[in-house]
């Protein structure tokens, strides 16, 4: 049972523009959410996380927006940069349990185009 | 600080056979996590070991075991290998964040091939 859901599994975006990566989650025990980009032959790298106590965190370029009803976050990257191309993994942890092991979508692969 | 690191990077094995993989965390992390990464089933873990100790395990069989030395480096093991373990296994350690969350950051993996 996947607990964790990225249902595009492409993107493409214009260099410059917006891109937005969503994940939704089904377990609501969750309350630690984490961003990770992976380049081919390469273990996935930390972009940017979010506690379940904020509905938004900011770092540079990155933006995570978390909307607990709807059990729902998304990454925005504003401007897009080919460098950003890769593949991105939404994560999920339920840290009040005393559990940090990560819940994974099964990644949405973006393309920047420049 | 040097990042995680994983070796060895590749490794081809026949079934039947076991197969030994190391993880050294980024110094001063104590918490080593294995997660296994297939087509198929995307990133699953597989266990998480603190202070030499297994804290929490995922869904996984028992040919799949892991230890930790007192040095915070780990190593997991998977015996009596079949074709359907053939995965990139990627090791994270963790850092402990103000509030107890915990950021983990991954190694390059070790990509295993079982014919």
């Known amino acids: 049972d996947q607990q964790v859901k990225q249902n595009s599994p492409s993107l493409s975006v214009q260099e410059g523009r917006i891109s937005i990566l969503n994940c939704d989650y089904t377990?609501?025990?969750?309350?630690?959410f984490l961003w990770y980009k992976k380049y081919p032959a390469e273990g996935p790298t930390f972009l940017i996380s979010?506690?379940?106590?904020?509905d938004k965190n900011e770092d540079g370029r990155f933006t995570v927006f978390l909307n607990k009803s709807a059990k729902h976050l998304s990454l925005h990257i504003v401007p897009s940069q080919p460098g950003d191309s890769a593949v991105y993994f939404c994560?999920?942890?339920?840290?009040?349990?005393?559990?940090?092991?990560?819940?994974f979508g099964t990644g949405t692969r973006l393309t920047v185009i420049p | 600080k040097a990042g995680v690191t994983q070796t060895p990077r590749y490794l081809i094995k026949t079934r039947g056979q076991q197969v030994t993989l190391s993880c050294s965390p980024i110094?001063?992390?104590?918490?080593v996590s294995w997660y296994q990464q297939t087509p198929g089933q995307g990133l699953q873990f597989l266990f998480e070991?603190?202070?030499?100790?297994?804290?929490n395990k995922g869904n996984f069989p028992g040919r799949f075991s892991g230890r930790q030395f007192s040095n915070s480096r780990s190593e997991m093991n998977v015996s009596t290998l079949e074709l359907g373990d053939s995965a990139l296994y990627l090791c994270?350690?963790?850092?402990?964040?103000?509030?107890?969350?915990?950021?983990?950051?991954f190694g390059p993996g070790t990509r295993l091939l079982v014919l």
């Open positions: 994270a350690s963790s850092l402990v964040l103000a509030g107890g969350l915990e950021t983990q950051y």
């Open positions: 979010i506690s379940s106590i904020k």
């Open positions: 110094s001063g992390h104590r918490s």
């Open positions: 070991y603190f202070s030499e100790t297994q804290r």
């Open positions: 994560a999920a942890s339920a840290e009040r349990t005393g559990a940090n092991n990560l819940f």
């Open positions: 377990n609501s025990m969750f309350d630690y």
